[in-house]
């Protein structure tokens, strides 16, 4: 289980340390070191309350002090958890691992995360204070529609306007006019097996 507030409250001091310098009181680990005692606050018990315990588990930072007898006795009983449903229980150990952070889903935006950037650095580095539009997911286009736009023609074009278009990029995109360029001959063969897909195709169009 990770090591919280609440687990660490179990584990609380059964030796003195070296005296606080001037008679002032000084706690660490759970033992009252120098400074004015009190009595065991457990029932019945007269000794010097010289270790300190939480109240109870809403309370962890309150605390009750007993002598080193009890306080051992205390953390056999000790039970943070007791009481509590299972649901419970595994939502505090999922607490735990964030150690009590908020956190937020993936995807948000600065807004969405509460983060003020008044000189708007996040948003100079790609965040967007508006929450993305999240609409059906977009399908790849279809052969007939690579084709199209590799000829500039719209869908539902003719026949006539396929042959119109391929003659006027055929001679447009010619290495011949470029001395044997290999990019317009590159061209040229994507034109050449646009239109020749478009039109063995009609139902495609």
Partial sequence: MTTTARTRAQIIAEAPLRPAQGGREHVRGGARIGGATKACAWPGCAACGEYRAPLSRQELRQYQWLCLDHVR?????????????????????RDDVTWSRPTWPTGLSAAEMRLKDPFELLHAHGFSSHRREEGPPRRPPTTAQVHARTLGLDPGFTVAELKTRYKSLAKKHHPDLYGGDRQQEERLKEINAAYTWLLAHPEAR
């Fill in 73 to 93: 006795e205390f953390n056999k009983r000790w039970d943070y958890f007791q009481g509590m449903a299972a649901e419970e229980i595994d939502a505090h150990r």
